[in-house]
């Protein structure tokens, strides 16, 4: 099993889940965040006062999915979140130990 | 064959009133008071108290942070409330009852004599109890428009003293002086609806008070950014349509003049968005819109003395002018002598009201208002005008630091450090925006 985090730009999530939902993948948490990286910021004017917002809009995208569709996943997030543009976002996959659905005490694929 | 006739209506004439008073006693009783003139005023009474809840409450929270939006409509609601219960216990006498240069009477403390009947000298076809009210109104913007110098660090204890002191010895006084016969009405200073006793005052009172409090801290160094300037333009839109209310009901009559003032008043608002519109596409390369809301609001600001005076047109040139003044006031100005009026109530305002009284001067046109300006050949109203301003100024400028000093020595006017960086909501209301 993988965890896979995506950080996008808010505007795609609703190509990102159409692509994912299309491969077979059926749950996913969003988190609205703030964060900078190669995109830097940006600056702001309030009557003529100017503040360097370093901290941009985000959304983290979290999906759990079976090992052998983690690729699949990461290229349709890829080709949907991707803009061409400065700032569309890094994606990071990671191993789950073990997973559990609360309502009937699934586990680990079964929970998935 | 006349003087029968004549002698026959003597007789009918009490005949036909005692019939007539039976039938509608409450017109008979006071045939001046005019229904017209009645219903409209009871409508700008509404439209200026919406113009400081919800409008200036809005308009203000907006602009400043999230941990200080309910302090700063706090400070709306509670001028509301405060102004409202002094002026009726003795602002409204001592501003607009009698005709002392100076200050009016007591004799209509708490109202006492204003009756189903009264009417006051200054607006006879409307009942006192109306003018009261709709007086009242102007008095609250005026003490909630200073409050925007210093938001974000005003202790709210030290709020309601200053709205109380500064109430009573700074609009009390001026609004006399201006609106109720006092000598700068002797004068012939021509202030239709404010542009000395509302925003001049404020203005130059809420610039003291930034400066006498200080800068917010984090000016110029941190991001101090507005909150949610969706709130500010609601807000600036319930102050636009108010401002018909408010300049239109200057009138305090249903007639030509309020229309011309209010038709002025649009004008230069819309004007005055353009131009601080325009300003910033060309230096800033985006038109923001808080800068097109400011500029909307200097154009009202600016008008407001003048409409009643000036012709239509002249309201899209007070509002340009309005726009590029205050524009200039809020970025150059302010950087230069380095005080944080954190809303710009002196940009705004204090140099709108300025901006307006002279334009009175320039611009007024005996076919609207009864009065010639500049343009009709008349500069020495322009020297009027100048008076009034000095007066104003430097009345609100002194009476504002010695009241700021005075509550200083029993309440400390600024919040704690700590206090200001958890934010006035939950420092002085225990409350927070989550």
Not at chain 1, 79 to 93: C, E, L, M, N, Y
Not at chain 2, 25 to 40: K, Q, V
Not at chain 2, 62 to 74: E, H, S
Not at chain 2, 384 to 395: C, D, H, I, K, P
Request: neutral net charge; glycine residues 12%; hydrophobic residues 50%.
């Amino acid at each position: 099993m993988k965890l896979v985090v995506a950080i996008i730009k808010p505007f795609k999530l609703d190509e990102v889940r159409q692509a994912l939902t299309a491969i077979g993948v059926h749950g996913m948490t969003v988190t609205e965040v703030k964060g900078y990286g190669r995109q830097k910021g940006h600056t702001e004017i309030y009557r003529g006062a100017e503040y360097v917002v370093n901290f941009l809009p985000k959304l983290r995208i979290e999906i759990a999915v079976a090992s052998d569709i983690a690729d699949k996943a990461v290229e349709v997030i890829t080709s949907s979140a991707r803009t061409g543009q400065i700032g569309d976002g890094k994606i990071f996959v990671t191993p789950i130990d073990h997973a559990l659905r609360i309502r009937t005490g699934e586990t680990d694929s079964d929970a998935l | 064959m006349g003087a029968h006739s004549c002698r026959t209506a003597k007789l009918a004439a009490p005949v036909l009133l005692a019939v007539f008073s039976l039938v509608t006693p409450a017109f008979a009783a006071n045939s001046e008071i005019s229904a017209a003139d009645t219903a409209w005023m009871i409508v700008a009474t509404a439209l200026v108290l919406m113009m400081t809840i919800p409008g200036l409450a809005l308009f203000y929270s907006g602009m400043v942070r999230k941990k200080n939006v309910l302090g700063t409509m706090a400070q709306s609601l509670a001028a509301v409330a405060l102004i409202s219960i002094l002026w009726v216990a003795f602002g409204y006498s001592l501003v607009f009852v009698g005709d002392g240069r100076w200050l009016g009477s007591l004799d209509r403390w708490f109202l006492s004599g204003l009756t189903m009947d009264s009417v006051n000298p200054a607006a006879k076809t409307i009942p006192e109890g109306l003018f009261m009210l709709y007086q009242m109104t102007f008095a609250i913007i005026t003490v909630a428009l200073v409050a925007g110098s210093v938001a974000d660090r005003m202790r709210f204890s030290a709020y309601l003293l200053f709205s109380i002191g500064w109430f009573t010895f700074v609009y009390v006084p001026l609004a006399h002086w201006v609106w109720g016969g006092g000598f700068l009405a002797a004068a012939g200073v021509l202030d239709f609806a404010g542009g000395l006793v509302v925003h001049l005052s404020a203005g130059a009172g809420g610039l003291v008070a930034a400066m006498v409090v200080g800068r917010r801290r984090g000016y110029g160094t941190e991001n101090l950014s507005p909150f949610d300037l969706s709130l500010a333009v609601i807000g600036t839109g319930l102050l636009w349509v108010g401002w018909f209310g408010f300049n239109g009901g200057s009138a305090l009559a249903a007639n030509s003049r309020a229309v011309m003032a209010i038709t002025a008043t649009h004008l230069a608002a819309c004007a005055g968005a353009l131009t601080w519109g325009a300003i910033e596409w060309s230096i800033q390369r985006k038109p923001s819109v808080l800068g097109i809301i400011t500029g909307a609001v200097a154009g009202l600001g600016t008008i407001t003395p003048a409409s009643g005076f000036v012709a239509p047109w002249h309201g899209i040139l007070i509002g340009v002018i309005a726009g590029g003044v205050c524009f200039w006031a809020c970025t150059w100005l302010k950087r230069r002598f380095n005080y944080d009026d954190s809303l710009d109530v002196f940009g705004v305002h204090g140099v709108g009201g300025m901006t307006g009284i002279f334009a009175t001067g320039v611009f007024a046109t005996a076919g609207i208002g009864g009065a010639s300006g500049l343009l009709e050949g008349n500069p020495h109203l322009l020297l009027t005008q100048l008076y009034g301003v000095a007066v104003t100024l430097g009345w609100s400028v002194v009476a504002t630091y010695i009241l700021l000093k005075l509550i200083d020595l029993f309440v400390p006017i600024r919040v704690s450090m700590q206090q200001e960086l958890e934010g006035l909501d939950i420092s002085q209301h225990g409350e927070a925006l989550q």
